[in-house]
């Protein structure tokens, strides 16, 4: 495989710092060319000096300064802003984006990349969510390819390799249920901001763990499973797998089923992006059936969680909805961290935006940025009292 230049967007993260790990696993095969952070000036630095790209971007311009003087010794160049990812992307030469920015901040270097005929290795879902039509549609008349780093898609990915002709029955994305599984809204009242960031298999970040506890972390894999792999939303299923392992399935016409397994690890997705279509050998620890004799399944909750039914809404609905709902969940979750509201209050907001802010048929570029900035003022203003 020859070397491959890769930009990292949102190096400091969950995600970043792991395919940091896999490039300094695989020198002769990687090289980086952008890293950003929103805030974390000291790792940036830390991260540049080590692997020395050519651009580094803070996206907090008070820490400009700091990540300058960080590197003043180097030959890294300096930006920041969200413009300034989008500068490094169009000057310098990357074979593959990793957008993993969280929440809407990774649409427009998404598009910029695609403009840029660069391959996407897409972690940040909310990308399809809030624009799945023209992002999709953008990188097919670009011809560039989007590889998905979310475990649950790069799973039926993965599952798809190979079966180009075989049309899609169903695809069916598993959910561990996070730390509330099996509890009911009366026993959610309650619960309190460091119960709901304990996840029981993965380690992630802050927003993403909210998310997966409230289940609108799977609802926004549903939408961006309907864009990644063009189907219909009665074609996308979810199922609660509380041990992580079977980490999605493709069902064919024929009724036959892939699923794509192994330890919860995120590196693992990450890796198979960055080299694909080749499988690169890793240290990664092993499966093995005897650790794990039982397998189970059950069937989400939408009642209790109503985050899952609302994205299910969204792909009924289409137009600008998803958008609505990203937006409006961004600040949910951003308030309940916050301590302002309480974990149920996050689908009550989301809904409330959702059934309260207008919504557009056919939105353009211009509209989604005009329904997210205006949802979020909205979801700032909402209260449950």
Same mark, same amino acid.
């Given at each position: 495989?020859?070397?491959?230049?890769?930009?990292? /967007?949102?190096?400091?993260?969950? *995600?970043?710092? !792991?395919?940091?790990?896999? @490039?300094?696993? +695989?020198?002769?095969? &990687? =090289?980086?060319?952008?890293?950003?952070?929103?805030?974390?000036?000291? /790792?940036?630095?830390?991260?540049? *000096?080590?692997? !020395?790209?050519?651009?580094? @971007?803070?996206? +907090?311009?008070?820490? &400009? =300064?700091?990540?300058?003087?960080?590197?003043?010794?180097?030959?890294?160049?300096?930006?920041?802003?969200?413009?300034?990812?989008?500068?490094?992307?169009?000057?310098?030469?990357?074979?593959?984006?990793?957008?993993?920015?969280?929440?809407?901040?990774?649409?427009?270097?998404?598009?910029?990349?695609?403009?840029?005929?660069?391959?996407?290795?897409?972690?940040?879902?909310?990308?399809?969510?809030?624009?799945?039509?023209?992002?999709?549609?953008?990188?097919?008349?670009?011809?560039?390819?989007?590889?998905?780093?979310?475990?649950?898609?790069?799973?039926?990915?993965?599952?798809?390799?190979?079966?180009?002709?075989?049309?899609?029955?169903?695809?069916?994305?598993?959910?561990?249920?996070?730390?509330?599984?099996?509890?009911?809204?009366?026993?959610?009242?309650?619960?309190?901001?460091?119960?709901?960031?304990?996840?029981?298999?993965?380690?992630?970040?802050?927003?993403?763990?909210?998310?997966?506890?409230?289940?609108?972390?799977?609802?926004?894999?549903?939408?961006?499973?309907?864009?990644?792999?063009?189907?219909?939303?009665?074609?996308?299923?979810?199922?609660?797998?509380?041990?992580?392992?079977?980490?999605?399935?493709?069902?064919?016409?024929?009724?036959?089923?892939?699923?794509?397994?192994?330890?919860?690890?995120?590196?693992?997705?990450?890796?198979?992006?960055?080299?694909?279509?080749?499988?690169?050998?890793?240290?990664?620890?092993?499966?093995?059936?005897?650790?794990?004799?039982?397998?189970?399944?059950?069937?989400?909750?939408?009642?209790?969680?109503?985050?899952?039914?609302?994205?299910?809404?969204?792909?009924?609905?289409?137009?600008?909805?998803?958008?609505?709902?990203?937006?409006?969940?961004?600040?949910?979750?951003?308030?309940?961290?916050?301590?302002?509201?309480?974990?149920?209050?996050?689908?009550?907001?989301?809904?409330?935006?959702?059934?309260?802010?207008?919504?557009?048929?056919?939105?353009?570029?211009?509209?989604?940025?005009?329904?997210?900035?205006?949802?979020?003022?909205?979801?700032?203003?909402?209260?449950?009292?």
């Amino acid at each position: 495989m020859t070397l491959k230049s890769i930009a990292i /967007l949102g190096s400091t993260g969950s *995600i970043g710092t !792991q395919a940091l790990d896999v @490039i300094k696993a +695989n020198t002769s095969l &990687f =090289s980086v060319s952008i890293l950003s952070a929103g805030n974390n000036v000291d /790792l940036l630095i830390q991260q540049c *000096i080590e692997f !020395q790209p050519k651009y580094a @971007i803070i996206g +907090n311009s008070d820490k &400009f =300064s700091s990540l300058k003087e960080g590197l003043k010794d180097t030959k890294v160049k300096v930006l920041t802003s969200i413009d300034g990812i989008c500068e490094a992307l169009e000057n310098t030469h990357s074979d593959i984006v990793l957008t993993a920015l969280v929440g809407y901040a990774g649409l427009k270097p998404t598009l910029t990349a695609i403009d840029q005929g660069i391959t996407i290795a897409l972690a940040n879902k909310e990308t399809l969510v809030v624009a799945g039509e023209i992002v999709t549609q953008k990188a097919i008349e670009k011809g560039v390819d989007i590889i998905p780093v979310d475990s649950e898609h790069s799973a039926i990915y993965q599952c798809l390799v190979g079966e180009e002709s075989n049309p899609i029955e169903k695809v069916i994305l598993t959910a561990s249920g996070g730390p509330f599984r099996g509890k009911k809204r009366e026993e959610l009242l309650q619960v309190t901001k460091a119960q709901a960031l304990k996840h029981p298999n993965w380690s992630m970040g802050a927003k993403i763990t909210i998310d997966s506890a409230s289940l609108m972390n799977k609802g926004l894999e549903v939408i961006e499973a309907k864009w990644l792999f063009d189907v219909n939303a009665d074609q996308i299923d979810v199922i609660v797998h509380p041990q992580s392992i079977v980490h999605s399935l493709v069902q064919f016409e024929d009724g036959s089923m892939k699923a794509q397994m192994g330890l919860p690890d995120m590196k693992l997705p990450i890796q198979y992006a960055l080299g694909y279509p080749q499988r690169l050998p890793s240290d990664f620890e092993r499966f093995n059936f005897m650790d794990y004799p039982t397998l189970t399944f059950e069937a989400p909750d939408k009642e209790t969680f109503v985050n899952l039914q609302l994205a299910y809404d969204c792909l009924d609905k289409k137009g600008n909805s998803a958008c609505i709902l990203n937006a409006a969940n961004e600040i949910a979750v951003e308030r309940f961290l916050n301590d302002e509201i309480k974990f149920l209050d996050i689908a009550a907001l989301n809904q409330f935006c959702m059934e309260n802010y207008k919504f557009i048929q056919t939105p353009t570029y211009e509209d989604y940025v005009e329904t997210d900035h205006n949802v979020r003022e909205l979801a700032k203003q909402w209260s449950n009292k």
